[in-house]
């Protein structure tokens, strides 16, 4: 085994994917430092084989066997950086776990990502989905990230223009931009720093507290009890968060769709198209809490599939085939998943 590169053959990945699925992959790297990516991209026993790219695995879902080399981003390190006139710069690495970052801003006196708190997955995975909840999307607090190109062996900075973000959308997700990997990723927090409160429920929460002026910490408190509550932990249940996107329809559509369903959920966007949610189409064709062999969708939030205990990845794909075809025919609209299918 090469000192630099420990690779490990077919390694299981249920552990390392949270919906918990049972696959392995062809041959495994645990990425410490950056080097050992210029070391795989140079050598070409590696060069010619189907890479994945493995953070948190909480927005995977395996239908198979990796017949290639997964690089589990491990690497580590977090610190603030410096500070001009309106932000404080964050910056860490991509195999930190996400919500231990936010927490250690927060420690740190620096608020801005406490509406993004207990989101599962690590600080790489964050800017690839825009990821976004409560209010808050990543684009907000985002200030640039450094990615590896194994194109030309370097690394280099992208800032957010360079990453084209879209909802639960970037480059990192097209044709342009799967190849790059994530190093690591800096973020600018204001430093008149207010309570984002734009989510009505999040608003609601801390008003049953009599909180009125909440500290970034007691945002990021009520957060982690609104998710507790309503999505399952994948350490207990596997699941991916989402499973579909909330799908974008024309403000005509949904005009049309009003008309038929009067108490239909939808939130104008502001180019006039309006974005539904796709728990409230799932729940309404009456899918919450039923299951098809071992995949299931959660009793509390009907947008989040779970594994009961031994899915494959086959019957996740199978549910989410016929909660699409149901949604399809009622409303006419396709629910497109969130997850990436390997
Ligand atoms: N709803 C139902 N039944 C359900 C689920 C939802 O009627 O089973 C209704 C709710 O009553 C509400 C609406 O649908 O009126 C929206 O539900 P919710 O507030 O739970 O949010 P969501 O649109 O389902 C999105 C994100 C979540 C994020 C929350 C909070 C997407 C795909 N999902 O969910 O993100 O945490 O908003 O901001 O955009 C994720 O991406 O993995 C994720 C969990």
Not at 72 to 86: K, T
Request: hydrophobic share 45%.
């Amino acid at each position: 085994m090469h000192p630099q590169f420990p690779i490990q053959y077919q390694f299981p990945l249920q552990s390392l994917n949270t919906f918990g699925i049972a696959a392995s992959a062809h041959a495994y790297l645990r990425v410490t430092k950056t080097e050992q990516l210029l070391g795989v991209f140079a050598d070409a026993a590696w060069v010619s084989l189907p890479k994945l790219v493995l953070g948190g695995g909480s927005n995977l879902l395996l239908t198979k066997d990796f017949p290639g080399l997964v690089l589990h981003i491990a690497l580590q390190g977090r610190e603030v950086l410096a500070s001009d006139e309106h932000h404080h710069y964050v910056r860490a690495a991509a195999g930190e776990n996400w919500h231990e970052f936010v927490q250690w801003t927060l420690a740190q006196g620096l608020g801005g990502l406490e509406n993004l708190s207990l989101i599962p997955g690590t600080v790489g995975a964050v800017p690839i989905q825009n990821i976004g909840a409560y209010g808050l999307e990543t684009k907000d607090v985002f200030h640039s990230v450094t990615v590896f190109d194994p194109a030309t062996s370097s690394t280099r900075t992208m800032d957010a223009a360079a990453c084209r973000f879209g909802y639960r959308d970037s480059i990192f997700k097209q044709d342009d931009g799967r190849h790059l990997i994530i190093v690591d990723v800096c973020f600018a927090l204001p430093k008149q720093w207010q309570p984002n409160l734009r989510y009505a429920e999040l608003a609601q929460a801390l008003a049953e507290q009599g909180i009125a002026t909440p500290s970034a910490q007691q945002v990021a408190d009520t957060v982690i009890a609104i998710r507790r509550r309503k999505l399952p932990d994948p350490a207990v249940i596997g699941n991916a968060g989402s499973f579909f996107k909330n799908p974008v329809v024309t403000g005509a559509q949904c005009a049309a769709l009003l008309e038929r369903f009067p108490t239909l959920v939808h939130h104008a966007q502001p180019d006039g198209s309006e974005k539904l949610a796709a728990g409230w189409l799932i729940d309404q064709c009456g899918w919450k809490g039923r299951t098809m062999g071992a995949a299931g969708v959660y009793p509390k939030q009907a947008l989040v599939l779970v594994n009961n205990g031994g899915a494959q990845g086959a019957d996740v794909v199978a549910l989410a085939r016929a909660i699409q075809a149901d949604v399809q025919a009622r409303y006419g609209v396709l629910l497109e998943p969130e997850p990436v299918f390997i």
